[in-house]
């Protein structure tokens, strides 16, 4: 069974920092996208960033400058680096990952989540 668990959430007050991590555990065959997500109060979940099997990132306008994705070659863990942070972060933060497995398939997978709380 594979299971992402997160870590690094909290509060912090604007203009800070924090580092959320997301580790994969379970045997894989291949991962082919790992990020992040966020979903605040009232909203939509909405992509953050992620990063692809061959290294390209995608990142929310909203974060670009600001947040960094990265990994190792095995994309685990992956790390979402989050600066200069606004109250308009605030929201859960989720891991994603698409995920090939042996006898499984291909499909999505998402963490419990972790909350980051941004006071200004």
């Known amino acids: 069974q594979v299971q992402l668990v997160e870590s690094g959430g909290g509060l912090m007050q604007a203009g800070g920092s924090l580092r959320l991590s997301c580790t994969i555990s379970?045997?894989?065959?291949?991962?082919?996208?790992i990020g992040w997500y966020r979903q605040a109060p009232g909203k939509e979940r909405e992509l953050v960033a992620t990063?692809?099997?061959?290294?390209?990132?995608n990142y929310a306008d909203s974060v670009k400058g600001r947040f960094t994705i990265s990994t190792d070659n095995a994309k685990n863990p992956v790390y979402l680096q989050m600066n200069s942070l606004k109250p308009d972060d605030t929201a859960v933060y989720y891991c994603?990952?698409?995920?090939?497995?042996?006898?499984?398939?291909?499909?999505?997978?998402w963490g419990r989540g972790t909350q980051v709380t941004v006071s200004s």
């Open positions: 990063i692809t099997s061959s290294g390209g990132t």
């Open positions: 994603y990952a698409d995920i090939s497995r042996m006898y499984i398939g291909r499909r999505n997978y």
């Open positions: 379970g045997t894989t065959s291949s991962v082919h996208v």
